[in-house]
């Protein structure tokens, strides 16, 4: 069973540049026919797409945070990591990584979600 | 466009049949998939592709699509199912994109 565990701080300072990582667990991020992404959910809202990473390190990235939006994977450590720059208080959200599958698009897991905050 | 609407909030009475849309051009092309999601947890997976559920899915969730409109239908909805649901899909550039959401009420 595949397990994804979200890590990283909990506030960001308006600015600064938020820093997440997903831990898989439960099998490879090299191996399968898998991209890992990010989706966020500020409170009391909908669920926001950020981006995703294949293996070969092919990215997708939402048009409105692509600017801002760098996703990296670490195989080594089966880990891939979230970095999202010039946060304000707009990107405030429960965080969650993910495991998107294609053909068609689906999301099959997900992680238990972290949430950030970005205040001074 | 990219984006999929959704109803923003949806009763049923329980033990009764519901069904929860979503509508955009990009379901014409792709199917959608959708989650359910209850206060404080992470979206669970219910439906994806034609109409397929994930191990652990109970039958009474079942999908469809015409057109641009893809469709979540519970038949005989149980008190648990109260939550709010999403479709997603993807766009021709690779890009996923999100309904609304919609909130279910069992009445």
């Known amino acids: 069973q595949v397990q994804l565990q979200e890590s990283g701080p909990g506030l960001v300072k308006p600015s600064q540049t938020l820093s997440l990582t997903c831990t898989v667990s439960?099998?490879?991020?090299?191996?399968?026919?898998?991209?890992w992404g990010w989706i966020r959910q500020p409170a009391g809202k909908g669920l926001e797409w950020i981006g995703h990473?294949?293996?070969?390190?092919?990215?997708n990235y939402n048009p409105s945070l692509k600017s801002r939006v760098t996703i990296s994977l670490d195989t080594s450590k089966n880990q891939f990591s979230l970095k999202l720059s010039s946060v304000t208080a707009a990107d405030t959200a429960v965080y969650y990584c993910?495991?998107?599958?294609?053909?068609?698009?689906?999301?099959?897991?997900w992680g238990q979600g972290t949430l950030v905050t970005v205040s001074s | 466009s990219s984006e999929l609407t959704q109803d923003p909030a949806v009763s049923v009475a329980l033990g009764q049949t519901v069904r929860i849309t979503c509508q955009g051009d990009?379901?014409?092309?792709?199917?959608a998939s959708w989650y359910q999601q209850k206060p404080g947890q992470a979206p669970v997976l219910v439906i994806y592709?034609?109409?397929n559920r994930p191990s652990g899915i109970p039958d009474r969730f079942s999908g469809s699509s015409s057109g641009n409109t893809a469709s979540l239908t519970i038949t005989g909805a149980q008190a648990e199912d109260e939550a709010d649901y999403y479709c997603n899909s993807r766009d021709r550039s690779g890009n996923v994109v999100f309904g609304g959401g919609t909130k279910l009420t069992v009445l």
């Open positions: 993910v495991r998107l599958q294609l053909s068609p698009y689906f999301f099959d897991y």
């Open positions: 592709g034609k109409n």
């Open positions: 439960g099998g490879s991020i090299s191996s399968g026919s898998y991209y």
């Open positions: 990473i294949y293996t070969s390190g092919s990215t």
């Open positions: 990009s379901l014409r092309n792709y199917y």
